[in-house]
């Protein structure tokens, strides 16, 4: 079975430029969240979606943030316009239900210069 | 508001060395308790878990007891391999709401040397 997977892994923009996230869940997976790692700090939660609804998205930082899931397969975060802070590894997970295990992708490493 | 606390790394340690990672929590309720581990180049993995006061997570020879009278879920391993260097973070989720977002830890880097 295939695990989650993010593309790109690696991401390198200027400011002000837009760039898009994809993450791709477990198949089956119902949850599907998003979290960001910035400059070696903690992992944070951006938002939780189950199926293509929107449950929580209290960590998403601004309104440049925009996640969709669209079908309630695959998801994507897009960063518009992007801003030098908005550097550092976005990490998707996924899990069947909403007590279970979270698993998650490699991450998407991305540079804002 | 929830949050973990892990210690400062990077941690060092010789193969064969023993192995704590400290982790502290704050959180009303009961939370479930987690050790997710980074390889390099790999993607964040569930390493073990503890869902309740007293239970103890274990795995690959690491283990953390949850311990709700402390507010504490420190990582051991009885003796570390090269191959466990990483990064290890804990983490929190709250169950009973609408969503079990992770709250983490910033992480400690394990470096074992041979």
């Known amino acids: 079975e295939a695990g989650v997977t993010q593309f790109p892994s690696h991401s390198v923009i200027e400011k002000g430029q837009t760039v898009t996230l994809r993450c791709d869940p477990i198949s089956g997976h119902d949850n599907l969240y998003w979290y960001r790692r910035v400059m070696g700090k903690e992992i944070k939660f951006l938002l939780h979606f189950v199926k293509e609804s929107k449950q929580d998205e209290s960590g998403m930082p601004n309104n440049r943030f925009l996640a969709e899931r669209t079908g309630g397969t695959y998801s994507t975060l897009k960063v518009q316009p992007a801003e030098l802070e908005d550097s550092g590894v976005y990490f998707c997970?996924?899990?069947?239900?909403?007590?279970?295990?979270?698993?998650f992708g490699p991450g998407t490493r991305l540079l804002v210069l | 508001g929830n949050s973990v606390t892990q210690m400062e790394g990077p941690v060092t340690l010789s193969e064969e060395a023993f192995l704590t990672i400290n982790c502290t929590y704050t959180?009303?309720?009961?939370?479930?308790l987690f050790w997710y581990v980074q390889y390099p180049g790999e993607g964040l993995q569930l390493l073990l878990k503890?869902?309740?006061?007293?239970d103890k997570g274990s795995n690959k020879g690491f283990e953390a007891t949850y311990r709700k009278e402390t507010t504490s879920f420190h990582l051991e391993k009885g003796s570390v391999q090269v191959s466990d260097s990483a990064v290890y973070f804990c983490a929190l989720s709250r169950s009973g709401g609408a969503t079990n977002k992770l709250i983490f830890g910033t992480g400690t880097l394990l470096a074992v040397q041979p």
């Open positions: 997970a996924s899990s069947p239900g909403l007590v279970e295990t979270q698993y």
């Open positions: 503890a869902t309740k006061a007293d």
């Open positions: 959180a009303t309720g009961y939370p479930s």
